[in-house]
């Protein structure tokens, strides 16, 4: 079988916030940089980016500085993340967000004409750089123009099948092109996987087709750990009714400005959910949380506006005692806003209810749920220089694990993108600039090229579609928002399973632009990430952020609050788990942190 | 109004080679939009059904395509909105070369881009050295949040004359590209002067006012009253101004009016 091949100095392969920054840092210290991007560029994930982008730039708040940032994220992550990724990401956010002004992005403004800023769940202060409630699309669009004339080559719709080593070091990618099916191989000095998520293997999620893990997979076969999987952050609010659309995300910009969360019998239910953790700096009536809103800066912030993890497992509980609305949701309220102000500032939630689901939400509530919107795990990498744990090979964004913790902070994920796509890529060229390309080896390549084949030469099999589906059932039914150890270990069987029938998949045609052989690839990618989570979510037995367990209901201050779990191939190629200490917290690291780590450790689980 | 039973769903399947619409059907869901519908051919009947999407959300721009000849975004666009009894057609983009079913080959257009000047930002004051920002008022910056909403879904390029019928993509960018333009001129820190190059190379003369393209928008970005008239206009001022082309006659050198 023949394949082309190219030869780069550094390949990026994601073509979102993250892998877009890194080729465009890549590409600016002079190395041949290429980005292969699954879809056509610009449709990458971080195009849905809703809310905004955190960043301490005090532009609205002056109380506000890095060190609150760090804080901040930490507490949301539950003390999981790795300080020193925290601290870099609260240190560099605010530059690489001004870089992206210099560069042709336009936010908007505050009174006096600098970036406006506003307020997000689990952040003290008004924090999120924004653009009404299209700031992905602004950040994805910035880069892309920036990367295109910086001469970077763009691979578009092509997808990674493997990664090669030469001697324990990366030395290329072999990919196909959709369109026509042909094959690519890429030979390079270093490789920046930058892929993003895994939610695909969710039934209701937030995420598209490309949500596939395929980072996770080509890094952990290429001998990288995987860390912190069990963390998948179900983002509360999403719409629930009518089913096609089950699932796409409301923002929490919503809640941001404003939006009050009832249940059906029109309580105002988050006062009760408010966690020792928050208690300090939440309010604990409707009145304080009104002058909040109106800029009282005595008054403390609204339950709404609590972490991610909290607001959804709230959600989750009033819907579970029968205080769920008819689409077993709950309702979200920014009605009682101005309608022009509600249209300014969530233009594309307005034009979303009222054409996908019928609801003017400038006169009526929104139906909201859960779903499966990110994932904190991934690769483990090096804080400083994005590197996984495979020599050559780096990761950056939500493909990489350790900066969120066991819990994400809404905005901190375009900045996470920001601020390590650029060291991925600075890295990526200081390694090549170090290191001589090697070959990859002809035979390994021969059979990977095979095995990517094999679904369109096999007659009968599985059909790929309907696997997935499967898979998505499994992943929503045992392991979701709320674990227990009998059901996880039934995941665990039936993902066994499902591994060796992905080994049947056929995909009936030709190679052409071929969604059925497409989606039998790409399975086998999401399979190992299906894995990884529910074997991580079935040894943490304790409940923290975004993972909690029905039979352990605590956080668990000794054990499994000083380690992380990993995931990396056994001996016998099986999956292994173990546990690994968490990076010791230096002094004025500690500092920051301190007096809000006695709250969590005490904290039981809604 | 909930409708029931099946709908038909007539697809374009083939490719450059050739080609026919093909009759599939599929059982309705309330709120179910055209690609719902879709992808529930392509699960169940046809696995290898070529179809561009993403978000599902009208957010990113990959679904367009022709329903009912008409341009539209897949996800956007409810069943529910066409007559029940009859048939609905779906089919590729008609300004691009065709790929395979569904998708076409859109590159043209990132190739175009790739010709702009990007921003050059003018002189800065003190304060906006020292802190890194733009100092821009809202009520200034307005005008161009209106085109950056673009989600380059090339709605509007499919449907412009001259590039749908006429084919005349070497004489003009196609508004897209001229909402990209216009957002550049009307930044308030740009410096760079792109009205030669919006006049020559990217063609907006081409443009006859139709305002078709800002019919399709699925962001309702007025393409061609904000858009594209402004840069017809700047182009006026610098070459066809009278008083200009005079003065720029009389000249001393200017040898063309001899």
Not at chain 1, 490 to 498: D, F, M, S, T, W
Not at chain 2, 64 to 73: D, I, K, Q, T
Not at chain 2, 152 to 164: A, G, I, K, N, W
């Amino acid at each position: 079988m023949q394949y082309r091949i190219e030869a780069f100095d550094v390949v990026v392969v994601g073509a979102g916030g993250a892998g877009l920054r890194a080729a465009i840092e890549a590409s600016a210290r002079g190395k041949r940089t290429a980005i292969i991007c699954k879809s056509l560029l610009g449709k990458a994930h971080t195009v849905m980016a809703e809310g905004g982008v955190a960043a301490a730039l005090r532009n609205v708040d002056e109380r506000d500085n890095w060190q609150v940032h760090f804080r901040d994220t930490m507490r949301g992550g539950k003390f999981l993340n790795n300080w020193r990724m925290a601290q870099l990401h609260a240190q560099e956010a605010p530059e690489r967000v001004r870089e992206l002004e210099r560069w042709g992005a336009v936010f908007d403004r505050t009174k006096d004409g600098w970036i406006n800023q506003r307020n997000f769940g689990g952040h003290a202060y008004p924090r999120l750089a924004h653009v009404g409630d299209r700031t992905g699309l602004e950040i994805i669009r910035t880069l892309q123009d920036k990367g295109v004339h910086g001469g970077i080559a763009v691979f578009m719709e092509h997808t990674v099948v493997k990664l090669f080593k030469s001697e324990g070091r990366i030395c290329g990618a072999l990919c196909y092109e959709r369109e026509t099916g042909r094959f690519l191989l890429f030979k390079c000095k270093a490789i920046v996987l930058a892929t993003g998520g895994v939610g695909r293997c969710y039934k209701v999620t937030s995420n598209s087709w490309e949500y596939t893990g395929d980072g996770q997979a080509l890094g952990y076969e290429a001998g990288a750990d995987l860390m912190d999987m069990e963390f998948t952050q179900f983002h509360p609010t999403a719409m629930v009714w009518p089913p096609s659309v089950k699932g796409i995300l409301v923002t929490e910009g919503v809640r941001g400005e404003g939006g009050i969360l009832r249940n059906s019998k029109g309580e105002r239910f988050m006062f009760k959910y408010i966690s020792p953790l928050f208690a300090k700096e939440t309010a604990d009536t409707e009145e304080e949380a009104k002058r909040w809103l109106e800029g009282d800066k005595a008054a403390r912030r609204p339950p709404e506006l609590l972490t991610r993890d909290e607001v959804a497992r709230a959600i989750r509980n009033e819907v579970k005692q029968g205080r769920g609305t008819k689409h077993g949701g709950v309702f979200l309220d920014i009605s009682w806003r101005d309608p022009a102000f509600v249209k300014a500032k969530l233009p594309s939630m307005y034009h979303q209810f009222k054409e996908l689901a019928g609801v003017d939400i400038t006169k009526e509530p929104m139906e909201v749920g859960p779903t499966m919107h990110y994932h904190m795990g991934g690769l483990r990498v090096d804080a400083e220089s994005a590197m996984t744990t495979v020599p050559g090979l780096f990761a950056a964004g939500e493909v990489a694990a350790g900066l969120h913790g066991a819990n994400r902070l809404g905005g901190n994920s375009l900045s996470d993108l920001l601020v390590f796509g650029k060291r991925a890529g600075e890295f990526a060229a200081t390694w090549a600039e170090r290191h001589e390309a090697r070959e990859p080896d002809a035979a390994e390549v021969g059979a990977a090229l095979q095995g990517a084949m094999a679904p369109l030469e096999r007659e009968q099999g599985e059909n790929p579609f309907a696997l997935q589906a499967e898979l998505q059932q499994v992943m929503q039914d045992l392991v979701g928002m709320i674990r227990e150890r009998g059901e996880l270990g039934q995941a665990v069987e039936r993902i066994q399973e499902l591994k060796k029938r992905a080994q049947q998949c056929a995909a009936p045609g030709n190679r052409m632009y071929n969604a059925g052989w497409h989606t039998a690839l790409d399975i086998q990618h999401l399979l190992v990430s299906a894995e990884a989570i529910t074997r991580s979510a079935l040894l943490r037995e304790e409940s923290r952020g975004a993972h909690t367990r029905d039979d352990f209901p605590q956080t668990d201050k000794e054990k499994w609050s000083k380690v992380n779990v990993l995931c990396r191939p056994g001996a016998d190629g099986a999956m292994s788990v173990t546990t690994e200490p968490l990076p010791a917290w230096p002094d004025d690291a500690r500092k920051l942190i301190e007096g809000t780590l006695e709250a969590v450790t005490t904290k039981e689980a809604a | 109004m909930a409708q029931r039973g099946n709908v038909t769903m007539r697809l374009w399947r083939g490719t450059a080679a050739g080609g026919q619409f093909v009759d599939y059907q599929v059982a309705r869901e309330e709120g179910m939009v055209v690609l719902d519908a879709v992808h529930a051919v392509q699960a169940q009947q046809a696995n290898d059904l070529s179809v561009r999407w993403n978000c599902k959300a009208g957010k990113c721009g990959s679904c367009s395509a022709e329903v009912n000849g008409y341009p539209r975004l897949m996800c956007m666009t409810r069943l529910d909105l066409f007559d029940p009894g009859e048939p609905i057609t779906v089919a590729p983009l008609k300004t691009f070369p065709l790929v395979k079913d569904l998708v076409t080959n859109v590159r043209w257009n990132f190739e175009s881009a790739k010709r702009i000047p990007p921003l050059k930002p003018g002189p800065l004051t003190a304060e906006e050295q020292r802190k890194g920002e733009f100092q821009m008022m809202q009520q200034d910056v307005d005008r161009i949040q209106e085109f950056r909403k673009c989600i380059e879904c090339f709605l509007c390029q499919d449907t412009c004359h001259v590039l749908r019928d006429a084919q005349d993509t070497d004489k003009f960018f196609g508004p897209r590209q001229m909402i990209r333009l216009a957002n550049l001129e009307m930044h308030p820190k740009d410096s760079a002067d792109r009205i030669p190059m919006i006049k020559k190379e990217a063609g907006v003369g081409m443009c006859n006012i139709t305002k078709c393209c800002t019919e399709v928008c699925p962001e309702h970005i007025r393409i061609t009253d904000n858009g594209i008239i402004p840069l017809k206009e700047r182009v006026v001022d610098r070459y066809y101004d009278p008083v200009t082309m005079l003065l720029n006659a009389l000249r001393p050198g200017n040898t063309k009016l001899r």
